[in-house]
């Protein structure tokens, strides 16, 4: 846990003055904080590809945590599949390194066997992040 605080000797109004400063501070920041994850959360909600077969499950797995006190966040998509619509797969994987032969897989979702190359990325959390980051980067500036 992070400890903020002031020791000070002297003249006690100007204590009170600094104390009420930090207060105002640090609620600020949380508000920054708070605010900045629900646009990254929302963002990526928004985002977010809908299938047709799952009914949502990749959006509604968006879940924003607070943390010490409302000074963290985090932002977590617990689809397990998130990493691979976010960057995309075989041939299409961002990265180059996704698998290069076509592959066949038994959907049981569909009853059928699929037949592909991969998928293309359809990033949707990176540009909340993004979004994110501007607002935080901004807030943060003018709060000085």
Same mark, same amino acid.
């Given at each position: 846990m992070v400890r903020v605080g002031i020791t000070g000797y *002297?003249? !006690?109004?100007?204590?009170?003055? @600094?104390?009420?400063?930090?207060?105002?501070? @640090?609620?600020?920041?949380? !508000?920054?904080?708070?605010?900045?994850?629900?646009?990254i959360a929302s963002q990526a909600r928004a985002l977010a590809p809908v299938a047709e077969i799952d009914g949502g499950?990749?959006?509604?797995?968006?879940e924003v945590k607070y943390l010490n006190g409302g000074l963290t966040a985090v932002i977590t998509v617990?689809?397990?599949y998130?990493?691979?619509?976010?960057?995309?797969? *075989?041939?299409?994987a961002e990265n180059g390194?996704?698998?290069?032969?076509?592959?066949v897989y038994y959907d049981e979702k569909l009853r059928r066997y699929v037949f592909t190359r991969g998928m293309h990325a359809q990033p949707f959390f990176r540009p909340g992040i993004e979004a994110g980051a501007e607002h935080f980067e901004r807030e943060m500036r003018r709060l000085g």
């Open positions: *002297g003249d !006690r109004g100007f204590e009170r003055v @600094i104390s009420r400063f930090e207060r105002h501070v @640090i609620r600020e920041v949380k !508000r920054i904080v708070a605010e900045t994850a629900e646009i499950n990749l959006r509604n797995s968006i617990t689809a397990d998130a990493i691979y619509v976010e960057f995309g797969t *075989g041939i299409y390194n996704g698998r290069q032969d076509p592959w």
